[in-house]
């Protein structure tokens, strides 16, 4: 009986702590702003020294603070900013009764280091710093703030982009974001940066790197740069995202938090499977060699035999930065550390289509031959540790040296069945249906040691330089799978009687990769005066050696027939069906392997100058020089098993800003990027995969692309915003991936492909973002249209001449794609009380998922939304409770194909639910359910 009664008790006193105020007797209000633009600044430190007695607040929206019902008498107060040099300290005397009214202006004691925007030692961590970031930039950009990303109900770098105009995520089976979609452009076209420096991927096959892998809490601002100059790197066609960590702050910080919380999606009836992460490290033939033959006694199926069942799994996370500034302020360095260990997972079903469609009742009518009832348990590990140091010589000579390690550990267990012709082929009293369970962990690593040097030479010249070591790696240990076909007898009441399984099967597979770079940046910034005009000209480069390797190995075995219930596989003498398969040497994975050498270099030259007081123009031309060799372990009948590649790209870019006020600018801007081919689509592999196997292509050919923006902002102070703005696309030798036959018409596969034809891809994107007072509404929406058009197949029915197969053009939209895009927010945020609160909603409209080589058989993925809440409440002084929670409405993630629905038969509708879309076939959906997080965060 004491536990209700103490938490009514815990409850109203969280309610007193959050709605209480003060009532005021003598009262200082205080008011901050920038000594240049005289804007309020949001977030500053004001201390209030009384006697022994010592307040540290931090000002609301409008940069003010109110301190009531202070004692009478003498008091100081000065006030900090981090990136701002401390105010003078102000004396004064109160008496009985009084209010006073304080304004004090702050000056910027931030060293712009270079062109890319990384900050010498401020930490530039508000939303009045990101809009001033924003506002002064020579490119196009969009910015979040460290403290617009702490409130944000996410954990993660990738679901915290889905919050930026014009960006999407692609997610994982367990509704995770994984990639960032910019304006319609998937994740080929996009480069990922840290602190301006691009980083190796660690996937297998793409260059691209997973967004997912980075906890958010470790950024200063998440930089979404839209239009590239020529100091940037070329291969952007959709956007660059720029990490920008944590910096050296100018006094002690230390900040912590620890969370916890649960998904809805488990319970006793529906359990998340756990598995233990004792896996063979290494298959066979990497301990044995390839001419080891291996037995079933080789592989210790811990994977599969750990298997337990949790009803409600707990998630965690915790964080801690630490940083200061030492040497009379030379030498300033910071630590900070995340980890998460999240529970998260889906339950899907899918219908999928036969190879060929049918030429009746109509033309490429599809068929379908299994059914897919899936439920996903996953558990999610990161760690992220990184630290800078930086050290000023002199007053002209600056070092840094940055380290970041992150590392995931990914703990998928998937249970399915897979019914047959969704028992359309069986008797009324026999089913068949195929089982499968399949336990995978999945390691990913990147680590980047960066050492960088900033040296004044001149009045007149700079010089920078950037010394770089990244590596990337993703490692797959044993992924195990289980399954046998059921051939399961029904009584009259269509109950299970018995039970004979056939077909069972036991792999074993894995799968390395790893991608280095060792990279050499360099920058000279010459400025000189013109025809009275000062002009800054920088010229630099870069060089890039990256080797990167892959390997992949399965072993398959079998079972015998035998009959038992729900399929135990410690039952089952699995073997391979002769000795020879398990020779390391014979495994068909062996052609997929590949080792590539990578040298980029690339030279650029930019100017800046302003051509009229108020009209600046930023411009220059880059060249890049990409040389790559691969060399495979295909079959030595495999022609292309080795290849060279070489090419290059002049990338030239102009940009103009004109202000037509002090808070008000318009921007144009012109640039030519690329996108490189993956390295594993360029090689002669062929991979197995869900539905599809996957086979590369070494004649692929990079992107190019032509990009134009047009965009107008205003930033009327504090966190407020208006943009708005159009930009237009033009792509040569797009990448797609087609479902095309391999050898006869019912063998199929997934292979890139250039088309032929350019695409288009064009649109416009609104942000604004406005306080009334404490409260807040921030909305964005872009639109975008992308045009391609591509030969598919058309099966259709001739009375007198039979099957007709014909090639018809079809024009769509670019594969991931979205015409619209959303956020809408409202927020709270108060000083006075200690108190912000954020409801985000986010739309993603209905975009192309697969692409088919029929027509009108194309995959779409239905319209989505979602919504989040999230809160944050000071508790006593740097204390803080603060609650995530995503997905409250339990959206569901689901495909279709625009094709009538009233072709399925009452099973295949049974099976998938209520068809919600006229007109249209459900064939995929994935739920999720919500989540929840709650903890404490401590500031110092």
């Given at each position: 009986?004491?536990?209700?009664?103490?938490?009514?008790?815990?409850?109203?006193?969280?309610?007193?702590?959050?709605?209480?105020?003060?009532?005021?007797?003598?009262?200082?209000?205080?008011?901050?702003?920038?000594?240049?633009?005289?804007?309020?600044?949001?977030?500053?430190?004001?201390?209030?020294?009384?006697?022994?007695?010592?307040?540290?607040?931090?000002?609301?929206?409008?940069?003010?603070?109110?301190?009531?019902?202070?004692?009478?008498?003498?008091?100081?107060?000065?006030?900090?900013?981090?990136?701002?040099?401390?105010?003078?300290?102000?004396?004064?005397?109160?008496?009985?009764?009084?209010?006073?009214?304080?304004?004090?202006?702050?000056?910027?004691?931030?060293?712009?280091?270079?062109?890319?925007?990384?900050?010498?030692?401020?930490?530039?961590?508000?939303?009045?710093?990101?809009?001033?970031?924003?506002?002064?930039?020579?490119?196009?950009?969009?910015?979040?703030?460290?403290?617009?990303?702490?409130?944000?109900?996410?954990?993660?770098?990738?679901?915290?982009?889905?919050?930026?105009?014009?960006?999407?995520?692609?997610?994982?089976?367990?509704?995770?974001?994984?990639?960032?979609?910019?304006?319609?452009?998937?994740?080929?076209?996009?480069?990922?940066?840290?602190?301006?420096?691009?980083?190796?991927?660690?996937?297998?096959?793409?260059?691209?790197?997973?967004?997912?892998?980075?906890?958010?809490?470790?950024?200063?601002?998440?930089?979404?740069?839209?239009?590239?100059?020529?100091?940037?790197?070329?291969?952007?066609?959709?956007?660059?995202?720029?990490?920008?960590?944590?910096?050296?702050?100018?006094?002690?910080?230390?900040?912590?938090?620890?969370?916890?919380?649960?998904?809805?999606?488990?319970?006793?009836?529906?359990?998340?499977?756990?598995?233990?992460?004792?896996?063979?490290?290494?298959?066979?033939?990497?301990?044995?060699?390839?001419?080891?033959?291996?037995?079933?006694?080789?592989?210790?199926?811990?994977?599969?035999?750990?298997?337990?069942?949790?009803?409600?799994?707990?998630?965690?996370?915790?964080?801690?930065?630490?940083?200061?500034?030492?040497?009379?302020?030379?030498?300033?360095?910071?630590?900070?550390?995340?980890?998460?260990?999240?529970?998260?997972?889906?339950?899907?079903?899918?219908?999928?289509?036969?190879?060929?469609?049918?030429?009746?009742?109509?033309?490429?009518?599809?068929?379908?031959?299994?059914?897919?009832?899936?439920?996903?348990?996953?558990?999610?590990?990161?760690?992220?540790?990184?630290?800078?140091?930086?050290?000023?010589?002199?007053?002209?000579?600056?070092?840094?040296?940055?380290?970041?390690?992150?590392?995931?550990?990914?703990?998928?267990?998937?249970?399915?069945?897979?019914?047959?012709?969704?028992?359309?082929?069986?008797?009324?009293?026999?089913?068949?249906?195929?089982?499968?369970?399949?336990?995978?962990?999945?390691?990913?690593?990147?680590?980047?040691?960066?050492?960088?040097?900033?040296?004044?030479?001149?009045?007149?010249?700079?010089?920078?330089?950037?010394?770089?070591?990244?590596?990337?790696?993703?490692?797959?240990?044993?992924?195990?799978?289980?399954?046998?076909?059921?051939?399961?007898?029904?009584?009259?009441?269509?109950?299970?009687?018995?039970?004979?399984?056939?077909?069972?099967?036991?792999?074993?597979?894995?799968?390395?990769?790893?991608?280095?770079?060792?990279?050499?940046?360099?920058?000279?910034?010459?400025?000189?005066?013109?025809?009275?005009?000062?002009?800054?000209?920088?010229?630099?480069?870069?060089?890039?050696?990256?080797?990167?390797?892959?390997?992949?190995?399965?072993?398959?075995?079998?079972?015998?027939?035998?009959?038992?219930?729900?399929?135990?596989?410690?039952?089952?003498?699995?073997?391979?069906?002769?000795?020879?398969?398990?020779?390391?040497?014979?495994?068909?994975?062996l052609q997929n392997n590949y080792k590539v050498t990578e040298d980029d270099n690339a030279e650029y030259l930019q100017f800046r100058f302003n051509l009229i007081p108020k009209l600046q123009i930023l411009g220059g031309v880059r060249v890049e020089n990409t040389r790559m060799n691969y060399d495979t372990e295909s079959p030595l009948t495999v022609t292309e098993r080795s290849g060279n590649i070489l090419y290059t790209d002049v990338l030239p870019s102009i940009h103009f800003k004109y202000a037509l006020t002090d808070n008000q600018n318009l921007r144009a801007s012109y640039f030519a990027s690329i996108s490189r081919p993956g390295f594993g689509e360029l090689v002669p592999y062929k991979m197995d995969g869900e539905y599809y196997s996957q086979v590369g292509n070494p004649q692929l050919k990079h992107i190019t692309a032509d990009n134009a923006d047009l965009r107008y902002e205003l930033f009327p102070g504090g966190a407020d915003q208006f943009l708005i703005g159009s930009f237009?696309?033009?792509?040569?030798?797009?990448?797609?991936?087609?479902?095309?036959?391999?050898?006869?018409?019912?063998?199929?596969?997934?292979?890139?492909?250039?088309?032929?034809?350019?695409?288009?891809?064009?649109?416009?994107?609104?942000?604004?973002?406005?306080?009334?007072?404490?409260?807040?509404?921030?909305?964005?929406?872009?639109?975008?249209?992308?045009?391609?058009?591509?030969?598919?197949?058309?099966?259709?029915?001739?009375?007198?001449?039979?099957?007709?197969?014909?090639?018809?053009?079809?024009?769509?939209?670019?594969?991931?794609?979205?015409?619209?895009?959303?956020?809408?927010?409202?927020?709270?945020?108060?000083?006075?009380?200690?108190?912000?609160?954020?409801?985000?909603?986010?739309?993603?409209?209905?975009?192309?998922?697969?692409?088919?080589?029929?027509?009108?058989?194309?995959?779409?993925?239905?319209?989505?939304?979602?919504?989040?809440?999230?809160?944050?409440?000071?508790?006593?002084?740097?204390?803080?409770?603060?609650?995530?929670?995503?997905?409250?409405?339990?959206?569901?993630?689901?495909?279709?194909?625009?094709?009538?629905?009233?072709?399925?038969?009452?099973?295949?509708?049974?099976?998938?639910?209520?068809?919600?879309?006229?007109?249209?076939?459900?064939?995929?959906?994935?739920?999720?359910?919500?989540?929840?997080?709650?903890?404490?965060?401590?500031?110092?």
């Open positions: 009986m004491k536990q209700p009664y103490l938490f009514y008790k815990l409850l109203l006193l969280f309610v007193g702590l959050l709605f209480t105020t003060s009532l005021s007797a003598q009262t200082l209000d205080v008011k901050v702003k920038d000594s240049r633009s005289e804007e309020p600044m949001m977030g500053a430190s004001i201390t209030l020294v009384q006697g022994k007695s010592t307040k540290v607040v931090s000002t609301n929206l409008q940069g003010r603070f109110l301190f009531e019902n202070i004692r009478s008498g003498s008091y100081q107060l000065w006030v900090n900013f981090v990136g701002y040099k401390r105010s003078e300290v102000f004396e004064g005397t109160l008496s009985s009764g009084q209010s006073r009214f304080i304004v004090i202006h702050l000056q910027d004691a931030s060293i712009e280091m270079n062109e890319t925007n990384i900050i010498g030692h401020s930490s530039k961590e508000t939303d009045y710093s990101a809009r001033g970031l924003e506002k002064n930039a020579g490119m196009i950009q969009n910015i979040l703030s460290a403290n617009t990303i702490q409130l944000l109900p996410d954990v993660t770098v990738v679901n915290a982009l889905q919050r930026v105009s014009g960006v999407t995520i692609q997610r994982s089976s367990s509704g995770e974001g994984r990639y960032a979609i910019i304006r319609g452009m998937d994740q080929r076209y996009n480069t990922t940066l840290v602190n301006g420096i691009k980083i190796p991927s660690p996937d297998n096959q793409y260059r691209f790197v997973p967004m997912d892998i980075f906890p958010s809490e470790m950024l200063e601002r998440l930089e979404v740069i839209k239009a590239l100059t020529p100091n940037m790197e070329g291969d952007a066609i959709g956007g660059a995202m720029n990490l920008v960590m944590k910096s050296a702050p100018d006094g002690l910080i230390w900040n912590a938090n620890v969370s916890g919380g649960f998904s809805t999606l488990f319970s006793k009836s529906r359990p998340f499977v756990h598995f233990d992460a004792s896996p063979g490290k290494n298959s066979p033939a990497a301990v044995n060699g390839n001419s080891y033959a291996a037995t079933y006694t080789d592989f210790n199926n811990k994977m599969l035999s750990s298997q337990k069942e949790l009803s409600s799994p707990f998630s965690s996370t915790a964080g801690l930065t630490i940083g200061d500034r030492f040497l009379k302020r030379k030498l300033g360095v910071i630590v900070s550390a995340s980890y998460q260990n999240i529970y998260r997972g889906s339950d899907s079903k899918q219908l999928t289509p036969n190879a060929q469609p049918s030429a009746i009742p109509q033309p490429n009518s599809p068929q379908f031959s299994d059914s897919y009832d899936r439920t996903y348990s996953t558990q999610t590990q990161r760690l992220g540790i990184h630290n800078k140091i930086d050290y000023a010589i002199d007053q002209n000579n600056k070092l840094s040296l940055y380290n970041l390690y992150i590392h995931q550990n990914e703990f998928e267990s998937r249970t399915g069945s897979d019914t047959l012709g969704l028992g359309i082929n069986s008797t009324a009293l026999r089913k068949q249906i195929t089982l499968a369970q399949r336990n995978t962990l999945t390691k990913q690593n990147i680590y980047n040691a960066t050492l960088h040097g900033d040296h004044q030479l001149s009045d007149k010249l700079r010089f920078n330089w950037d010394g770089v070591y990244s590596v990337a790696s993703r490692h797959m240990p044993d992924r195990t799978e289980f399954s046998y076909d059921a051939n399961q007898s029904l009584n009259n009441n269509l109950e299970i009687t018995s039970e004979i399984d056939n077909n069972t099967k036991l792999t074993h597979h894995w799968e390395n990769n790893t991608d280095k770079d060792i990279v050499i940046y360099g920058n000279v910034i010459f400025n000189h005066t013109i025809a009275g005009r000062e002009v800054e000209f920088t010229a630099g480069g870069l060089y890039r050696h990256k080797n990167r390797k892959a390997d992949y190995i399965t072993y398959s075995l079998t079972g015998g027939k035998s009959t038992l219930f729900n399929g135990d596989f410690n039952t089952i003498p699995f073997a391979f069906n002769s000795a020879a398969d398990g020779i390391g040497s014979n495994n068909p994975d237009y696309k033009r792509i040569y030798n797009p990448i797609e991936y087609f479902v095309v036959r391999d050898g006869g018409p019912s063998s199929q596969v997934i292979k890139p492909q250039n088309d032929t034809g350019a695409a288009t891809n064009f649109g416009f994107e609104a942000l604004v973002t406005k306080f009334f007072g404490e409260i807040g509404f921030s909305l964005n929406y872009t639109y975008t249209h992308s045009r391609i058009t591509t030969s598919k197949l058309l099966y259709s029915n001739d009375p007198a001449l039979g099957l007709q197969q014909t090639l018809v053009d079809q024009t769509r939209p670019l594969q991931g794609q979205a015409n619209n895009v959303g956020n809408a927010s409202v927020l709270f945020k108060s000083g006075r009380i200690g108190l912000d609160i954020q409801l985000a909603f986010v739309y993603t409209g209905e975009r192309l998922a697969q692409v088919s080589p029929y027509y009108n058989l194309d995959f779409y993925q239905h319209a989505y939304n979602q919504l989040d809440f999230s809160f944050e409440k000071t508790l006593i002084k740097k204390l803080s409770f603060y609650g995530k929670i995503n997905n409250i409405t339990n959206a569901a993630s689901k495909l279709y194909l625009k094709f009538p629905h009233a072709s399925l038969d009452i099973k295949q509708q049974e099976f998938l639910g209520k068809q919600d879309i006229s007109g249209q076939t459900l064939v995929q959906s994935n739920y999720y359910k919500t989540m929840f997080l709650g903890g404490f965060r401590y500031k110092f």
